[in-house]
Every structure is written in structure tokens, then in C-alpha cells.
């Protein structure tokens, strides 16, 4: 995945070997899970069946998860072992980091004590809301409610210039909505009416369960979800802010104050903790007046209880059980389709992995990671790299004049694998045994004042942005760099015991997707250094644009769930990173195979086992619900198409499984940019 810019502005939307991992025994003798085939199926006319199905019949979604493919498969397995570390170190007597990690799970695991507490630990925050006597007092409680990771309003963090990409300014965007997406409070069709009417109810019962009475709460939620409905339409929708010119508005504090001035924004950011500073970046200029819009004409207690909402809202998961299982009700149950609460311990897991990620993840590297399989991997990033050296080479639409720029942003990026090389530091971080509210309050305010710390000063490059255990990788468009934590340098991703066919078709190819992110519709906006500039000539530009539709519009024929289909231009990013991924990890692999000869295995050619590996890294089965709204907000295509959507732009697929010319695994017209 590339590092969403929007996202990243905002207040910074595919996830190779661990020694324990690799103790799994292995699937057949080249790496391809031939349980996963589906025989029955003809992989000329669906090839993701054909490498799937029998996947997809033995692993039906559990009663806790919306969704269940070899992501989660994987994240199981990792969670296992981070259980284990957790459990361990809650035992621990002796001080430092340790101690840390299993205080605060010991503490969120600790049910009892938390149901006991009850609200409480959360009084302060509400009576700084309920203290608010007039308007220009709100920008100081939102400045206090930012630092502990409550959202009202909008967001407020750092990130590099995009201009001067080497230097880390503030940043204003756009937040403070409940609901994922701006549409779910705009269009009118059955299914958003239906989500906003069950999201009204579920604010209403929150504040119920604050101590309002039902018709105050009901009277609550109203007020709430006007506030937010225009909110939301200032928005700048998902599509729009994949393009980061549109999210770059580098203004003064001047200018600032100017689109919100019902907004105290001195008080602001005194309370944010704000460093002192001179301009910023403002991603959605039109969001911030609409702010402006809402706070001065919005009566003041229905802005106070928009504030009391959030604070109660981004707290539910370390509030009394009736408060989380609410939360789980309408997020997990309606909006994504799960019938039941993850396991409290999963849940416990993924917070300290959030919160304190590389304290955690210190430990995994030690207890998991083997050099080895960092040294295969670094071995198939220089292959790729490579491969795309070549591609940019011999490609007929580029011009020289741009080829040569495409080389020096290829040859500048920076490949980081595993783990960081300097691990962050806690020490400043108090975790109080029994204190879960409180733990997590001082976490998001140890991470905010740490990205805070960041603003005037050069970007720290070795920094990481994903914890080690994390099972996925990205590319950081600002830094030019690829990164591949250890998490997801497992099978079936990567299997040091598979043979390179499977490991091509599947790492590598992850690989490449996120090195062709640095030249997808995003990435290929900023240069070298990671500054955002042209680079392209304008007839180079244009041929680009023209292969992207393509892609576009291909994607966007497919079917999401029913009368849902994909978003092209949403998904138009990894779409063209897969394609691209797929295509430089086949060339990698041919130029392989010139000096290291790979013959048939388990019945299937070299050649068919590298399609096989790319495909079964898909393998996945989802509610109708994530279905729907992943189409709405995810910027990754559905399994099903990130197999066969890519395999069907290949000519070389084809005569792998010896299709012929009108098999429906061939895309017409077939789609190429990388």
C-alpha cells in the first residue's frame, strides 16, 4: 500500500522470514498450497477460484471478523506470538519497557477493574466540556481533546513539506465525523438512509449509557448528526484527496485564522501544545470554513454535546463492557457485518501494538526474526529494482527527458526491512498497572507530542510508520522508501522453504507493488527527494493518464456486492501497483531462471506456480457489509480482482496455463502502465 497522502495530511487508508513462521510445515514441496485449489474450477476462466476455492470452502469467516483471507490467516498466527511475549512480561517485576508492555495489557485485559471504575476515569474530560460557557471557549477543550486522541472538529498533527519535503510543518485536516465516509451522510439511497437512522440510534444509546435520560439522548444524537451531516458536506470526497495537489494549501497562521475566525485558534493551539509556528498545511481549506459555519451557527450546547460525543466515542474500547459492546454493535456489526466480539485478549493485543508498537516489537524481531530470510528479501528488492530499471528502459510512451528523471527517483529510494534501525524510546511514557483509560490517554498523548516534537526540524527518514509485527508494508511517497515490516515477511507471503517460482509470485511481487507505487497516479507526482513537483513532460504526463484509465475503467466494472460496483478511481493506485508488482516480479523471475533452472513441481511449471503464488496471497472471504463498504472506502481492490484483474492484463498468464485468445482470464483491452 502507498502511505495514503490524504491520510497522512490529514493527521498522519497490499499488507517477506520469521523463523517461527517458517516452522509452519510447508504446503507441498514448492511453496503452492494445493490444499487451497480448487480442481473443479478452469483457471483460464477464473483463475482466483482455481487457486482458491479450496481455501476459500475450508476457512468460512468466523462469527468475529467481517472479513477472513491470508491477511487475517497470518495476523492470527503473529497475534499467538504476541499474546505469548504479552503474557510473559505481565509477569514481570523488574522496570523498563518491558514491564511497560505487559502492565498495560495486564490492565486492558482487566475487565473487573474497569467495570468498577465505570465512567469516571473519563469525568475530567467531560466536565472540561460541560465547563464551556461560551463559544471562544471551545478552541481550548478541542486543543486539550486532540492531545489525548479525541477528534472533534478537525485534526491537527505534522508531516513533511510537501514542497520541501526534507522539513516537517503542521498540518490542518479534515475530522471529526463518525460515520467512515462523507457519503454515508450524503447520498440518498437506501442503504447510507438506513446506516445514518442505526448511527443516530447508537449515539443516542452511548449518551444513555453517560447517564442521559432516552428522550435527552435522543435529542443529543439529533444534534449530533446535523452537526456532522454538515461537516460533511465540506468535505473533500476520497477520490479528490488521492490527488495531493488538492491537499497541499500551505498557508500562514494568519490565513489560517481567517477560514475559522468563530474558532479562538491562539487558545487552539496552546492547548494543542503546539510548538510555536509561522504556517502550515491546511489539506481541505473548504472543511475548515465549514467548521467555521458549524461553531457559529450551532447553538452552544449542541456543539457541547458534538464534543461530549467524540470524547466518549474515542474511549469506548477502554469504557465498561455495555459501552464497548455498543461500539461493537453498530461499528463492527452493522457497518462491517460481524456477529461477534473479537476475543477480548485479540482486541487487548492489537492495543499495544498501536500503542506501544516497538517496545512489542523489539521483542518479536528477537524471538522471530532470522537473518536469513532479511537477506532473501533484500536480495528480491534489488531484483526488482532492477527489473524496474529495465521496464523504464524499454518502454515505448516515455520520453528520454523523463526516463532520465524516472531513474534518479528509482535509484534514490531507500529500502528499510524488518525494523527500524533506532528503536523509539518510552522511557518518558508513565503506564499505570490498573489504569486502562489512563493508559491509553498518556499513549496518544506520548505519540501526538512526539509528532508534535517533529515540526521545523529535518525529517527523520529511518523512522517507521507501521510496528514491526505489522502484516503489511507500504511506500512513503514524502520519503521515497519502501518499507517491509518482519510481520508480513511470512508465508504465505514469503516461505524461505518454497522455491523462487512461489517466492517471486508472491514477495517479490508485493515488492514491486510498492516500489510501483513511487510512479503510480500518486506517487509519480513527487519527485526524488519526495518533493511534490512535475516532472513529467506534458505529452509523458498524458500517456500516463491515458494507460491509468484503463485501469480505471477496468476495475470499475467490477461487482463489489450486488448493484455495488468498485471505484476505479479509488482503487486506481493499488490497482496500478499490482499490475505493475505482478509484471516486474515476472521479469525478475525470468532473469532468474537464466542462470538458476526451475523445473516442474507438484505438477505445475515454473510459470504456472509463480501465478499460483501472486494468487493465493488473495484468498479471502467476506460479509456483504465489509463488502459494501470497503467499495466506499478502501482504496484496495477486492481479493477476487487483485488476482483476476492483474493476471488477465498478462499475455504471459495465459500461455502459462495455455489459455486460448478469447478466455475470459483475458482482459479486453488488456490494460498496461508498468
Not at 410 to 415: D, F, P
Not at 537 to 540: E, L
Given at each position: 500500500m502507498a502511505v495514503p497522502i490524504a491520510a497522512m495530511c490529514a493527521v498522519m487508508d497490499a499488507r517477506v522470514g520469521a523463523q517461527q513462521a517458517t516452522d509452519q510445515p510447508i504446503a507441498s514441496r514448492s511453496g503452492v498450497d494445493l490444499a487451497a485449489i480448487d480442481k473443479s474450477a478452469n483457471a483460464c476462466t477464473d483463475f482466483y477460484q482455481f487457486a482458491c476455492g479450496g481455501w476459500i470452502a475450508k476457512h468460512p469467516i468466523p462469527p468475529d471478523q467481517p472479513r477472513y483471507g491470508r491477511f487475517e490467516e497470518l495476523q492470527d498466527r503473529n497475534n499467538e506470538?504476541?499474546?505469548?511475549?504479552?503474557?510473559?512480561?505481565?509477569?514481570?517485576?523488574?522496570?523498563?519497557?518491558?514491564?511497560?508492555?505487559?502492565?498495560?495489557?495486564?490492565?486492558?485485559?482487566?475487565e473487573a477493574t474497569i467495570e468498577t471504575k465505570g465512567i469516571q476515569p473519563l469525568k475530567s474530560d467531560l466536565d472540561r466540556v460541560a465547563a464551556i460557557k461560551a463559544k471562544q471557549d471551545i478552541a481550548a477543550v478541542v486543543g486539550h481533546l486532540h492531545t489525548i486522541g479525541v477528534g472533534p472538529f478537525f485534526g491537527f498533527s505534522a508531516a513533511p513539506d510537501f514542497k520541501d519535503a526534507s522539513q516537517v510543518i503542521p498540518i490542518f485536516g479534515q475530522s471529526?465525523?463518525?460515520?467512515?465516509?462523507?457519503?454515508?451522510?450524503?447520498?440518498?439511497?437506501?442503504?447510507?438512509?438506513?446506516?445514518?437512522?442505526?448511527?443516530?440510534?447508537?449515539?443516542?444509546?452511548?449518551?444513555?449509557?453517560?447517564g442521559d435520560s432516552p428522550d435527552r439522548a435522543a435529542a443529543s444524537a439529533k444534534a449530533?448528526?446535523?452537526?456532522?451531516?454538515?461537516?460533511?458536506?465540506?468535505?473533500l470526497d476520497r477520490v479528490s484527496r488521492r490527488n495531493p495537489t488538492n491537499v497541499y494549501h500551505k498557508m500562514s497562521m494568519d490565513e489560517v485564522r481567517q477560514l475559522v475566525p468563530s474558532l479562538n485558534l491562539s487558545a487552539y493551539l496552546e492547548n494543542a501544545e503546539a510548538p510555536a509556528v509561522t504556517n502550515a498545511n491546511v489539506t481541505e481549506p473548504d472543511f475548515m470554513k465549514g467548521i467555521d459555519a458549524v461553531i457559529s451557527g450551532t447553538p452552544l450546547d449542541d456543539l457541547k454535546t458534538y464534543m461530549r460525543w467524540h470524547t466518549i466515542?474515542?474511549?469506548?474500547?477502554?469504557?465498561?463492557?455495555?459501552?464497548?459492546?455498543?461500539?461493537f454493535s453498530f461499528y463492527d456489526k452493522t457497518l462491517r457485518g460481524a456477529q461477534e466480539q473479537r476475543p477480548r485478549w485479540k482486541r487487548c493485543v492489537d492495543a499495544v501494538d498501536a500503542d506501544l508498537g516497538e517496545a512489542l516489537g523489539k521483542v518479536y524481531v528477537e524471538r522471530t526474526f532470522g537473518a536469513e530470510g532479511k537477506q532473501r528479501t533484500v536480495e528480491m528488492v534489488?531484483?526488482?529494482?532492477?527489473?524496474?530499471?529495465?521496464?523504464?528502459?524499454?518502454?515505448?510512451?516515455?520520453?528520454?527527458?523523463?526516463?532520465?528523471?524516472?531513474?534518479?527517483?528509482?535509484?534514490?529510494?531507500?529500502?528499510?526491512?524488518?525494523?527500524?534501525?533506532?528503536?523509539?524510546?518510552?522511557?518518558?511514557?508513565?503506564?499505570v498497572r490498573g489504569d486502562a483509560l489512563g493508559n491509553s490517554q498518556r499513549s496518544n498523548a506520548f505519540a501526538y507530542r512526539r509528532e508534535l516534537a517533529k515540526i521545523g526540524k529535518p525529517v527523520d527518514k529511518t523512522e517507521w510508520l507501521m510496528t514491526p509485527p505489522t502484516v503489511n508494508a507500504y511506500y512513503n511517497p514524502l520519503e521515497n522508501n519502501i518499507n517491509f515490516p518482519a510481520g508480513i515477511l511470512q508465508p504465505p507471503f514469503f516461505n524461505r522453504a518454497a522455491d523462487d517460482a512461489v517466492n517471486f509470485g508472491a514477495a517479490a511481487a508485493v515488492v514491486g507493488h510498492e516500489l510501483t507505487h513511487g510512479f503510480d497516479d500518486q506517487g509519480r507526482r513527487f519527485d526524488a527527494q519526495g518533493n511534490l513537483r512535475d516532472w513529467w513532460?506534458?505529452?509523458?504526463g498524458k500517456a500516463f493518464e491515458e494507460r491509468a484509465a484503463c485501469i480505471d475503467q477496468q476495475y470499475s466494472g467490477y461487482t463489489a456486492v450486488a448493484d455495488v460496483?468498485?471505484?476505479?478511481?479509488?482503487?486506481?493506485?493499488?490497482?496500478?501497483?499490482?499490475?505493475?508488482?505482478?509484471?516486474?516480479?515476472?521479469?525478475?523471475?525470468?532473469?532468474?531462471?537464466?542462470?538458476?533452472?526451475?523445473?516442474?513441481?507438484?505438477?505445475?511449471?515454473?510459470?504456472?506456480?509463480?501465478?499460483?503464488?501472486?494468487?493465493?496471497?488473495?484468498?479471502?472471504?467476506?460479509?456483504?457489509?465489509?463488502?459494501?463498504?470497503?467499495?466506499?472506502?478502501?482504496?484496495?481492490?477486492?481479493?477476487?480482482?487483485?488476482?483476476?484483474?492483474?493476471?488477465?492484463?498478462?499475455?504471459?498468464?495465459l500461455k502459462a496455463f495455455s489459455c486460448q485468445p478469447s478466455a475470459a482470464m483475458k482482459s479486453e483491452p488488456v490494460c498496461r502502465v508498468w
Open positions: 506470538i504476541l499474546k505469548s511475549i504479552l503474557e510473559d512480561a505481565a509477569k514481570t517485576t523488574s522496570a523498563g519497557e518491558l514491564r511497560k508492555i505487559g502492565d498495560y495489557y495486564a490492565s486492558c485485559m482487566d471529526g465525523l463518525g460515520l467512515p465516509d462523507r457519503d454515508y451522510y450524503l447520498k440518498d439511497d437506501a442503504n447510507f438512509v438506513k446506516i445514518r437512522e442505526q448511527y443516530q440510534q447508537h449515539v443516542a444509546k452511548m449518551l444513555q449509557l453517560a449530533v448528526v446535523q452537526i456532522e451531516t454538515t461537516l460533511a458536506k465540506h468535505a466515542h474515542g474511549n469506548a474500547h477502554v469504557l465498561p463492557k455495555a459501552f464497548d459492546q455498543e461500539h534489488q531484483a526488482i529494482e532492477a527489473a524496474l530499471a529495465g521496464d523504464i528502459k524499454q518502454i515505448t510512451w516515455m520520453s528520454d527527458e523523463t526516463k532520465r528523471q524516472a531513474e534518479v527517483k528509482l535509484r534514490a529510494v531507500a529500502n528499510k526491512v524488518g525494523y527500524p534501525e533506532k528503536w523509539r524510546d518510552y522511557s518518558s511514557l508513565r503506564i513532460t506534458p505529452a509523458d460496483k468498485l471505484n476505479g478511481k479509488l482503487t486506481l493506485g493499488e490497482n496500478v501497483a499490482d499490475n505493475g508488482g505482478l509484471r516486474l516480479a515476472w521479469m525478475a523471475l525470468m532473469e532468474r531462471m537464466k542462470s538458476k533452472a526451475l523445473g516442474e513441481a507438484d505438477g505445475f511449471s515454473p510459470e504456472q506456480r509463480f501465478f499460483l503464488g501472486w494468487a493465493q496471497m488473495w484468498c479471502e472471504n467476506r460479509t456483504d457489509e465489509i463488502a459494501r463498504l470497503h467499495a466506499q472506502t478502501n482504496p484496495h481492490s477486492p481479493g477476487r480482482y487483485r488476482a483476476n484483474g492483474v493476471v488477465s492484463n498478462m499475455p504471459e498468464f
